[in-house]
């Protein structure tokens, strides 16, 4: 019997072994289930300008009495299903952001940045208690810089070489959620947990920043664990359940009650809102 099971597994062109392919390898970083965090409404924050020209005038404005705009976005990752979902807010059902936003020209850096964090996602009032409310933001890498050379709605990636004094840069920051987090987005908005594969090459929907996205996290290794804190999978990851799609999800704000969101909501908004992401 074991004659005939050697000589069955035997191949005239063996495999290759490959060498050691563990050098240099990129940071693991630690996801929690989205079931683990919590999620709330508080009230509605207007937009502060009615249209993108409105926005661009006040940019101007702003250059002239203080230079460069400094904008900070921040990339909060967990997962469903072993699959990596990045938070981010819809406003109208048509525009897509992540939370942060530029910095007033007095604020530095970080705390600024907090402080919009918190603005946009904070709980207020005693709505909520316990572990996760009142837990700090923890402000990691920084996987992107977009620049506005000029006063309109286009950014780009790189400094163009002939650009010497830009109107924006825009950084992205990784953030990495913590294992409990209470958040609160206002009622004007969603806050939704967009998968990797949905905003990969998806422009046309979220815009060229949006859609870089899995990009920069590929930079990292994740392991996935659960709710009890054991790693279930880890980069490369694991098949998804049998009969299981992944969707976006809303989870709060307006119209939110746990659906899933599907590719074909919005249809016919994507040139739109590339055009606004860039904003």
């Not at 967009?194 to 930079?219: K, M, W």
């Amino acid at each position: 019997m074991s004659t005939t099971t050697s000589t069955a597994t035997q191949s005239s062109h063996p495999p290759i072994m490959p060498k050691d392919f563990s050098a240099h390898q990129p940071q693991t970083i630690r996801l929690y289930p989205l079931s683990n965090y919590t999620f709330g409404t508080k009230e509605t924050q207007p937009e502060e300008d009615p249209s993108v020209l409105a926005r661009l005038k006040r940019l101007e404005e702003h250059y002239d009495l203080y230079g460069m705009r400094r904008t900070c976005e921040g990339v909060l990752v967990c997962h469903e299903h072993n699959h990596p979902h990045v938070l981010m807010l819809q406003i109208a059902n048509a525009f897509f952001k992540l939370p942060g936003d530029y910095l007033p020209f007095e604020d530095e850096e970080i705390d600024g940045f907090k402080k919009r964090l918190n603005e946009r996602l904070a709980p207020v009032g005693s709505q909520f208690s316990g572990e996760g409310v009142n837990e700090d933001w923890e402000i990691g890498d920084t996987i992107a810089q977009w620049w506005r050379p000029n006063f309109e709605t286009f950014m780009y990636p790189f400094l163009p070489g002939h650009v010497t004094r830009p109107k924006e840069c825009k950084k992205l920051y990784f953030i990495q959620l913590p294992k409990k987090k209470v958040l609160s987005v206002p009622k004007n908005m969603k806050l939704l947990a967009v998968p990797l594969f949905e905003l990969y090459d998806n422009t046309a929907r979220y815009g060229p920043q949006l859609s870089a996205i899995p990009h920069l996290l590929s930079r990292y290794n994740f392991e996935f664990v659960d709710e009890n804190d054991n790693v279930v999978a880890a980069t490369p990851g694991t098949p998804l359940p049998e009969g299981h799609i992944l969707k976006t999800k809303v989870l709060a704000g307006d119209g939110a009650d746990g659906q899933d969101e599907t590719m074909a909501d919005n249809a016919g908004e994507g040139t739109e809102t590339a055009g606004a992401n860039g904003v």
